[in-house]
């Protein structure tokens, strides 16, 4: 869409999710499969499309500046009960924003993670919800938007392969 309505694409943001909260010895396969199909197929396939866009237009002479933000989770860097599909599906989207971020460089885009540490109703699920007034402030979603921003701006053009918690 981007494409046919503006004729480029600058920047891609991947934040598509589902949880299949499961213990593991109740996990089913399909469970486990929907989950990385969604978090981490869905990152590849829509970054890759964007990738060979930006190529084709640094083979043809064109100068690109564009951005790559994915979306992680603490449950992918720390684990939590009942989760193994989702901590899984987060930490490998961490590992392909590092290796994605050495190989599109060449194309002037830089790929970096954000993960996003605020009280939603999915937080509430993992016990956010008995935060202090204090911790509470600092987990306001309004202090997520600042950061995807920027890291989709020509602002952090020097910062790529990074993985950046934001509350």
Partial sequence: TA??????LDVVVNNAGIARDRM?????EDDWDQVLQVHLKSTFLVTQRAARHWRERTKAGETVDARVVNTVSS???????????YGAAKAAIGSFTITACMELGRYG???NAL???ALTPMTEAV?????DDARAGALDPSWVSPA?????SP???????RVIVAS
């Fill in 127 to 131: 016990g956010l919800a008995d935060t």
């Fill in 24 to 28: 593991l010895v109740n996990l089913s």
């Fill in 109 to 111: 885009a830089t790929v």
């Fill in 115 to 117: 993960c996003p540490t």
């Fill in 3 to 8: 494409l046919d309505s503006w004729g480029r």
């Fill in 155 to 161: 602002l952090s053009q020097d910062v790529t392969g």
């Fill in 148 to 152: 995807l921003v920027w890291l989709a």
């Fill in 75 to 85: 449950v992918g860097l720390y684990g939590h009960v009942g989760q193994s599909n």
